[in-house]
């Protein structure tokens, strides 16, 4: 028997969806190959490197990516502070990977990827890790400028965070040729 879902998730489908068709494709694209490296699906080597560049890229995410276990193993369940430093520091040493790759441009494709990477649950983590990865010298000042303004001031202050799992996982979709009937 398949799983039955509720109207409120065909909504929350749909409203992640629209989220993600408002990234640039560039974001879009990059999003995909993550969660394919992230979430070990199909051969992300194979379908997403067009050069040497970008296979040395996803190779290094894939090594970085190693670290998504001990993140979702140690995702603290309350605020408590003695639980952050097994969880935070490889969640910021991802998220500044990512950052750096140029592609992640704001606080909301941030957080749409890490809400499929880790689980509903990390979103409490997600602006501070955001920001702390967004303030590492390894990104030019413009660059950490305009990721740090992407953040609202609403998803940085909120009081409270669903723990709902996200309903939508992008993956590549294969372009075909329309054919007009005869």
């Not at 629209?18 to 999003?31: D, I, N, S, V, W």
């Not at 995909?32 to 490296?37: K, P, Q």
């Not at 990512?98 to 749409?112: C, M, V």
Request: with cysteine; proline share 7%.
């Amino acid at each position: 028997m398949g799983v039955q879902m509720r109207p409120a998730d065909g909504a929350m489908a749909l409203a992640e969806m629209k989220e993600f068709a408002g990234f640039p494709a560039a974001t879009q694209r990059y999003l995909r190959r993550s969660l394919d490296v992230g979430l070990g699906r199909d051969d992300a080597m194979g379908r997403w490197s067009r050069d040497v560049v970008e296979a040395a890229s996803i190779k290094a995410q894939g090594r970085i990516y190693c670290r998504l276990d001990h993140i979702r193993d140690h995702l603290p369940d309350d605020s408590g502070l003695d639980q952050v430093e097994m969880f935070f520091a490889p969640l910021v040493t991802i998220s500044a990977f990512d950052l750096g790759q140029g592609r992640i441009t704001s606080f909301a494709a941030y957080r749409f990827l890490y809400e499929r990477l880790i689980g509903g649950g990390v979103r409490p983590w997600l602006p501070g890790a955001f920001c702390a990865a967004a303030a590492l010298p390894h990104l030019h000042p413009e660059k950490r400028r305009a990721l740090l303004q992407s953040i609202s001031e609403a998803a940085a202050t909120a009081p409270g965070w669903s723990n709902r799992q996200p309903c939508f996982y992008p993956e590549w979709v294969d372009k075909i040729e329309a054919t007009l009937p005869n």
